[in-house]
């Protein structure tokens, strides 16, 4: 059996910092999601040994790839992982700090070659070498920028360090461990971010809708602390009239897009957020049926330092048949759903603020 190997690290560069001084909650969905995605990045049939809390060990035993294909590897990963950040950006409705300072996260990796063995400790495996711990101690170098790939010199030839994509730009550089000192050569991967945008979203609402039914109140909170309660799907019964429980569907952390089922009295929807804008004094969010035949609109609106004004709008399709019909047969039922959960909203509120 080979006992040489690859050994690749992707390491989330400001994992610490994120995870200290931002909510548990969300930043443990986030770095699982972007770790998912380096995982799922993997085209060099790699295999992963372990996650180490913010980097991912990979190794693959046998002749060492060429240093195109672990560039064109790192790049794969690289945009994949700001990609995901930019749909953080673009789609993200909760403005926790976990959510807000994701965009600060990046990524390095340390690729190496050497001499190491596996075991298994139940279904576990591990790597056991010294060429292992060279590669973790990389981790710590003098580089000042925290986006790079980093290739000790037991892969490249000097050949194969010029025919690489134009972004690539190495400089040289050594790491003293105790086992002596280790050459490198290292690029920055920043340039890449410049052509990475978000995926697109597909249209979520009714291309052409009419209100139908709308209902305000006033309470006694700020903004941002009314949206994260309207935002937390295991407290909607507590307050929406009608709703019995939601449950997710689809994605850990509220965005446009995420669906999540309705039990209600009478039978289940799944809605969708469909939109959403934001700024210091006024937030807008929408969830629609999958049908796209309805929307239910939450503007809330900063009138004082700690009052807040929430307008809950009915959107139906524009259709002027569906329009006479639901005026006399829903409209007045669902005008009265909306101003009862504006009361058990408003009743929920005072009670978080009494525990």
């Not at 019964?237 to 039990?263: S, Y």
């Not at 239910?296 to 307008?311: D, Q």
Request: with cysteine.
């Amino acid at each position: 059996m080979d006992n040489t190997g690859l050994i690749f690290i992707p390491d989330i560069s400001g994992f610490t910092r994120f995870v200290n001084q931002t909510e548990i909650e969300h930043s443990r969905y986030i770095i699982e999601e972007l770790l998912e995605t380096i995982i799922n990045s993997n085209e060099l049939g790699l295999t992963v040994s372990e996650i180490e809390g913010d980097a991912i060990l990979f190794y693959k035993f046998g002749d060492p790839p060429k240093v195109q294909e672990l560039v064109q590897q790192v790049e794969k990963m690289f945009t994949e992982f700001h990609k995901q950040i930019r749909n953080y950006e673009y789609r993200r409705l909760c403005q926790c700090s976990a959510c807000i300072n994701a965009l600060d996260l990046s990524l390095k990796v340390i690729i190496h070659y050497g001499e190491f063995s596996s075991y298994k400790v139940k279904e576990f495996s591990k790597l056991l070498g010294r060429d292992i711990i060279v590669a973790h101690q990389l981790l710590k170098n003098d580089i000042d920028t925290h986006e790079y790939m980093l290739v000790t010199d037991r892969i490249p030839t000097q050949d194969e360090l010029k025919d690489l994509p134009s972004w690539v730009n190495w400089s040289a550089g050594k790491k003293v461990t105790e086992s002596g000192e280790v050459p490198f050569n290292y690029s920055m991967l920043t340039s890449l971010k410049e052509s990475i945008v978000a995926d697109p979203v597909s249209e979520l609402e009714p291309l052409e809708k009419v209100k139908m039914v709308t209902a305000s109140h006033d309470f006694n909170i700020d903004i941002i602390g009314l949206l994260a309660i309207i935002g937390r799907y295991s407290e909607r019964a507590a307050w929406q009239d009608g709703v019995q429980k939601v449950e997710q569907v689809t994605d850990k952390i509220p965005q446009l897009g995420t669906r999540h089922r309705c039990v209600m009295d009478k039978g289940t929807v799944v809605v969708h957020y469909s939109n959403f804008s934001y700024d210091a004094d006024k937030v807008v969010v929408s969830e629609t049926n999958e049908s796209k035949t309805s929307s239910t609109y939450y503007t809330l609106e900063k009138i004082a330092n700690r009052t807040t004004r929430l307008t809950l709008d009915y959107y139906i399709t524009k259709n002027l048949l569906h329009e006479i019909v639901f005026k006399l047969t829903q409209k007045k039922k669902i005008l009265s759903r909306l101003q009862k959960s504006l009361v058990n909203l408003e009743r929920h509120i005072e009670l978080q603020e009494v525990v």
